[in-house]
């Protein structure tokens, strides 16, 4: 790196705090609390962007107004979050004199029952830096698979088509419902469940919902409180699963389709930052396997919709996707099939695409950034005396997901056999809790037994455990609560004890 | 008849050879006599993929297809070595014909040493190389120096000290070394490679050193080997292809290129080795450190094989399971390597940490060839 300094802040010394310049171990969910004290430190000093806020952005009063009060002084943010006064002086001087900035941000913001307050802070401070619209600055979600800002773009969604187009929009509907044709008409222009609301409606609302078809999803590893979660399938009438694998969900199924895997298919896939690329097929996928697509297809047809489901090529649907979706409007085959390929909006053919958004207005109907005052909120459940610890969860590198391809590669099996649960070294020692003992981890909606992993690289008061592994499953233990907004819920922060196990 | 030490210029017979293959095709002409007459059972060379930035290594079996394969594309950043391991593993009696630049032959002389291939096998028609380039940096230094678009671009060659293009409606070259000073240009490991003409092929080829009306229309080929003066006779008594003797200007002039190349790879040999001493522990701590052991380093290197299948669980020094290993991950690759790292740059070129192994094992056995000897032979033991 050309001199630029990183400044990292995780509950835990991980692989990328190594890199950085300064590392601000934190407690879990008090994301908001520092970017509001890291505002108000910048603003006392006079670092703030003046012509930016001036030229690209309103309500920065009202803002100003949250950020300065006294509860986010740097002595208050330092007791909400553990991060000394002076590493967070040390982060607001160097993000408010060093221009540009970015910020990089994974599922340690989004998933908290305040994941849409987190992101919004995230865009005041860089609004207010006059961060964005410019190379080497922006909010940058990281998301969490290769494809996911690909299939969020198709609209696997319950609330939008392909590029957020909403679903209640009626000329939108109409749009959708003349391009596909359907005799008896598209679903009603009105907003679906999200996954994790569909869990909670299983649950609370037997009979509402009846059949579910999940495709190339481990809810019964992924998805937080997994007793719950099997409670919810086991409310179904008929469950559908389409994997590559017979996972921990596809043993629950009636029907278990088998899927091609990504080496075995033809399509594109879309990057965080927007860019779409071309994925070429290696090889045949095996047995009956099939592609997605024509699984989909062989499926309507069998409905009475082949007309609708025409497709013979992974190409074909990509024109149609291209046809009905505006920022995708000038893409094809053949221009993506350049190395660099082409980022989203691309609205016409003759169009070069748009590595950076936002460069000289924002997508409000004014063209204004909107700043949003926000307040800080503890997670949905904080440490107590029964559950004196906050527990987080993630992923490790030699793993992906639910384990279900990672876990059968006998070489990452061999770097990772199976989970555990980080603790502080002085946690452990008032625990009495020895390195790589197997320990009772409990929270109000389950317990599971897992080796500990003493380390110093966490935080003290903050216990990890990564998700992958079913036989010491993390989201037994997690938080079903959800932010009111987006439906996400708190993977990142519940609370927690440590038993020792004692022989019978 | 020919013999080794003997100079020819030579090239195509076949008019289609003559135009589709560079300086008169005589090397697709070679492989392709090679191949019909029996001599091998397979070729193995590069050919265009998608675009000139794409080079695919192919085995061809149909003398009429070998044409696929004429001219060069020096962004291709491939090392052939361990291919050839693979070929000869799996058809045990095969014989193969090899176009080889000069790590693909180092490569396979390392392989050779350690018994993993049998060069008896193997023609091996040597290119001599004055470098490649990446093809992600290729395109960017088109688009960037050249203000060229990069599909755009239908030939690309390296002559006479500049990177020159051909492209619709013109052609352009930029000096290498301007190209250099700025971060562009060959590999890392390219610009310091003193083995530019491949004279442990069989046959050494290349365009240094024609001169006169041959220039442009004929290969300059340096007879190495007993096997590779028969096919040169072979395929002259076929009709395959024609020669005559290289005229003493332009042995002249080929060895002033030679050494006007080996002159530039000891100033960067030079220049990237003294910025390394200058922190030579803390540049290596620093750089590895971002490892995240994927093993592509180790996959990549012709000196590192097999055994590795072991090395992927718990060993003593090399914890499983650690992001960044162990330093002694690095170490161990170093010191396996420490007199046969050939500088070939897959290392480097692969990991997708960008971290310049390379230039690490390069720098270790340079300097340990500069002070220790006997160099590696398989020892006769095991302790």
């Known amino acids: 790196m050309n001199g630029a300094k990183v400044i990292y802040a995780d509950p835990r010394y991980t692989a990328t705090?190594?890199?950085?310049?300064?590392?601000?171990?934190?407690?879990?969910?008090?994301?908001?609390?520092?970017?509001?004290?890291?505002?108000?430190?910048?603003?006392?000093?006079?670092?703030?962007d003046k012509e930016f806020i001036a030229k690209r952005t309103k309500d920065y009063e009202k803002l100003k107004e949250v950020v300065m009060k006294d509860a986010y002084s740097l002595e208050n943010v330092s007791k909400i979050s553990g991060i000394p006064v002076e590493s967070l002086k040390t982060a607001a001087e160097w993000l408010g004199t060093t221009k540009p900035g970015a910020i990089l941000y994974s599922m340690g913001i989004t998933q908290h029952t305040v994941g849409v307050d987190n992101v919004k802070s995230v865009a005041n401070i860089q609004m207010l830096l006059g961060n964005l619209g410019k190379p080497g600055s922006g909010v940058n979600a990281l998301r969490g698979q290769n494809n996911v800002q690909g299939a969020c773009d198709m609209g696997a969604l319950p609330v939008v088509f392909t590029a957020y187009q909403k679903v209640t929009d009626a000329a939108v509907h109409k749009k959708f419902?003349?391009?596909?044709?359907?005799?008896?008409?598209?679903?009603?222009?009105?907003?679906?469940?999200?996954?994790?609301?569909?869990?909670?409606?299983?649950?609370?609302?037997?009979?509402?919902?009846?059949?579910?078809?999940?495709?190339?999803?481990?809810?019964?590893?992924?998805?937080?409180?997994?007793?719950?979660?099997?409670?919810?399938?086991?409310?179904?009438?008929?469950?559908?699963?389409?994997?590559?694998?017979?996972?921990?969900?596809?043993?629950?199924?009636?029907?278990?389709?088998?899927?091609?895997?990504?080496?075995?298919?033809?399509?594109?896939?879309?990057?965080?930052?927007?860019?779409?690329?071309?994925?070429?097929?290696?090889?045949?996928?095996?047995?009956?396997?099939?592609?997605?697509?024509?699984?989909?297809s062989e499926l309507a047809a069998k409905m009475g919709y082949a007309k609708q489901f025409p497709y013979q090529s992974a190409e074909e649907i990509f024109t149609e996707v291209a046809a009905v979706t505006p920022s995708y409007h000038g893409m094809n085959y053949e221009r993506l099939s350049k190395p660099e390929a082409l980022h989203w909006p691309c609205p016409t053919l003759e169009h070069p695409g748009t590595p950076i958004l936002h460069k000289e207005k924002f997508s409000h109907?004014?063209?204004?950034?909107?700043?949003?005052?926000?307040?800080?909120?503890?997670?949905?459940?904080?440490?107590?005396?029964?559950?004196?610890?906050?527990?987080?969860?993630?992923?490790?590198?030699?793993?992906?997901?639910?384990?279900?391809?990672?876990?059968?590669?006998?070489?990452?099996?061999?770097?990772?056999?199976?989970?555990?649960?980080?603790?502080?070294?002085?946690?452990?020692?008032?625990?009495?809790?020895?390195?790589?003992?197997?320990?009772?981890?409990?929270?109000?909606?389950?317990?599971?037994?897992?080796?500990?992993?003493?380390?110093?690289?966490?935080?003290?008061?903050?216990?990890?455990m990564p998700f992958h592994f079913a036989e010491c499953a993390a989201n037994i233990l997690t938080n079903n609560a959800l932010d009111p907004i987006a439906k996400i819920p708190e993977f990142k922060a519940c609370a927690v004890k440590v038993e020792k196990i004692m022989e019978a | 008849m020919a013999a080794i030490g003997d100079m020819f210029y030579t090239w195509a017979a076949d008019a289609?050879?003559?135009?589709?293959?560079?300086?008169?095709?005589?090397?697709?002409?070679?492989?392709?006599?090679?191949?019909?007459?029996?001599?091998?059972?397979?070729?193995?060379?590069?050919?265009?993929?998608?675009?000139?930035?794409?080079?695919?290594?192919?085995?061809?079996?149909?003398?009429?297809?070998?044409?696929?394969?004429?001219?060069?594309?020096?962004?291709?950043?491939?090392?052939?070595?361990?291919?050839?391991?693979?070929?000869l593993d799996s058809n045990k009696t095969a014989r193969l014909g090899v176009t080889v630049k000069g790590c693909d032959t180092m490569g396979l002389i390392e392989l050779a040493k350690r018994d993993a291939v049998d060069l008896d096998r193997l023609i091996l028609l040597g290119v001599n190389c004055g470098g490649s380039v990446s093809p992600v940096l290729a395109r960017k230094m088109i688009r960037e120096k050249f203000e060229v678009d990069p599909d755009?671009?239908?030939?690309?060659?390296?002559?006479?000290?500049?990177?020159?293009?051909?492209?619709?409606?013109?052609?352009?070259?930029?000096?290498?070394?301007?190209?250099?000073?700025?971060?562009?240009?060959?590999?890392?490991?390219?610009?310091?490679?003193?083995?530019?003409?491949?004279?442990q092929a069989d046959l050494a080829c290349g365009n240094w050193g024609v001169i006169g009306d041959k220039a442009g229309k004929a290969t300059f080929v340096e007879v190495c080997s007993k096997k590779g003066?028969?096919?040169?006779?072979?395929?002259?008594?076929?009709?395959?292809?024609?020669?005559?003797?290289?005229?003493?200007?332009?042995?002249?002039?080929?060895?002033?290129?030679?050494?006007?190349?080996?002159?530039?790879?000891?100033?960067?040999?030079?220049?990237?080795?003294?910025?390394?001493?200058?922190?030579?522990?803390?540049?290596?701590?620093?750089?590895?450190?971002?490892?995240?052991?994927?093993?592509?380093?180790?996959?990549?290197?012709?000196?590192?094989?097999?055994?590795?299948?072991?090395?992927?669980?718990?060993?003593?020094?090399?914890?499983?399971?650690?992001?960044?290993?162990?330093?002694?991950?690095?170490?161990?690759?170093?010191?396996?390597?420490?007199?046969?790292?050939?500088?070939?740059?897959?290392?480097?070129?692969?990991?997708?940490?960008?971290?310049?192994?390379?230039?690490?094992?390069?720098?270790?056995?340079?300097?340990?060839?500069?002070?220790?000897?006997?160099?590696l032979g398989k020892a006769p033991y095991t302790n």
């Open chain 1, 365 to 464: 109907p004014d063209g204004l950034g909107i700043f949003t005052p926000i307040e800080w909120k503890p997670p949905a459940e904080v440490p107590d005396a029964e559950y004196p610890f906050v527990l987080t969860t993630g992923r490790v590198l030699w793993h992906w997901h639910t384990g279900s391809m990672t876990r059968r590669s006998a070489t990452l099996d061999a770097e990772v056999p199976t989970g555990w649960i980080e603790i502080n070294p002085e946690d452990a020692k008032a625990l009495g809790i020895k390195d790589k003992e197997k320990v009772r981890a409990v929270t109000r909606r389950g317990s599971v037994e897992v080796p500990a992993k003493v380390t110093k690289d966490i935080m003290k008061g903050i216990m990890f």
């Open chain 1, 17 to 48: 705090a190594r890199q950085a310049d300064l590392y601000m171990p934190f407690v879990s969910g008090s994301d908001v609390a520092i970017l509001n004290g890291l505002m108000q430190e910048i603003i006392k000093n006079g670092w703030e």
């Open chain 1, 177 to 296: 419902a003349d391009a596909w044709g359907f005799p008896d008409g598209i679903c009603e222009p009105k907003n679906g469940y999200e996954v994790t609301v569909m869990m909670d409606v299983l649950t609370d609302n037997p009979g509402e919902l009846k059949c579910m078809y999940i495709m190339g999803e481990n809810p019964m590893l992924s998805d937080p409180d997994l007793n719950h979660v099997r409670h919810a399938l086991e409310s179904l009438e008929f469950l559908v699963v389409q994997d590559i694998f017979l996972t921990e969900t596809a043993e629950m199924a009636d029907v278990v389709l088998p899927a091609a895997c990504y080496a075995e298919r033809n399509g594109t896939q879309t990057s965080t930052e927007r860019r779409v690329q071309m994925w070429r097929k290696a090889q045949d996928p095996p047995g009956e396997a099939k592609e997605d697509w024509q699984i989909i």
């Open chain 2, 229 to 375: 003066a028969n096919l040169l006779d072979a395929a002259v008594k076929a009709g395959a292809v024609k020669t005559e003797p290289a005229i003493p200007k332009g042995i002249e002039i080929r060895g002033k290129v030679e050494g006007a190349m080996l002159n530039l790879g000891n100033k960067w040999r030079k220049k990237n080795f003294e910025a390394l001493a200058s922190d030579l522990w803390g540049t290596i701590g620093r750089e590895t450190g971002r490892c995240i052991k994927c093993y592509s380093c180790i996959e990549n290197c012709p000196v590192c094989f097999p055994a590795a299948e072991d090395l992927k669980g718990k060993s003593r020094m090399v914890i499983s399971g650690e992001v960044p290993p162990n330093p002694m991950f690095h170490l161990r690759r170093f010191a396996h390597i420490s007199d046969s790292c050939i500088n070939c740059g897959q290392c480097e070129e692969l990991c997708p940490m960008d971290i310049p192994l390379a230039l690490f094992s390069h720098a270790i056995r340079t300097e340990g060839d500069s002070a220790f000897e006997p160099k």
């Open chain 2, 16 to 87: 289609d050879v003559l135009k589709k293959g560079e300086c008169g095709g005589a090397i697709t002409a070679l492989q392709q006599y090679a191949l019909s007459s029996g001599m091998v059972d397979a070729v193995l060379a590069v050919r265009k993929g998608a675009d000139i930035y794409d080079a695919v290594p192919t085995f061809i079996t149909n003398p009429a297809e070998v044409a696929e394969t004429a001219g060069s594309l020096h962004c291709g950043t491939l090392l052939l070595s361990k291919l050839v391991k693979d070929y």
């Open chain 2, 152 to 199: 755009l671009v239908h030939k690309e060659e390296i002559d006479k000290g500049q990177f020159i293009i051909e492209y619709e409606g013109g052609h352009k070259g930029i000096k290498i070394d301007d190209l250099e000073d700025e971060g562009y240009g060959r590999r890392s490991n390219c610009r310091r490679c003193l083995y530019k003409v491949p004279r």
